[in-house]
Nanobody
Framework: VQLQASGGGLVQAGGSLRLTCEAG???????LGWFRQAPGKEREFVAA????????NYQDSVKGRFTVSRDNVKNTMYLQMSSLKPEDTAVYYC?????????????????WGQGTLVTVSS
């Protein structure tokens, strides 16, 4: 499974961005997730979605602000981010698990895309 994330950029606090992760054809059977890594910090879980989109999971700090979704026809996952805060600034990565329902740990994901930088100014 090859993954490519895009959609990052510079946005003011309170603004919105939508990240896109283009995945290979086999990704329709895989749970997918978003992670992020801020400068000087470890990579952390952001959101995950099951293979059929029925189950989602979020880090507490993004609940109510971020929404993960997927379109298995287009082999694409999205992360709609709203009410962005400066602490959301990070490189965002998409990842694919071998499981249909992926968890929150990075070690549960087998395939990773390159990151896309999100910068939120105050």
């Amino acid at each position: 499974v090859q993954l490519q994330a895009s959609g990052g950029g510079l946005v003011q606090a309170g603004g919105s961005l939508r990240l896109t992760c283009e995945a290979g054809r086999t990704s329709s059977n895989n749970g997918l997730g978003w992670f992020r890594q801020a400068p000087g910090k470890e990579r952390e879980f952001v959101a995950a979605i099951s293979w059929n989109g029925r189950y989602t999971n979020y880090q507490d700090s993004v609940k109510g602000r971020f929404t993960v979704s997927r379109d298995n026809v287009k082999n694409t996952m999205y992360l709609q981010m709203s009410s962005l805060k400066p602490e959301d600034t990070a490189v965002y990565y998409c990842a694919a698990s071998l499981k249909a329902v992926a968890g929150t740990g990075a070690d549960g994901y087998r395939y990773w895309g390159q990151g896309t930088l999100v910068t939120v100014s105050s």
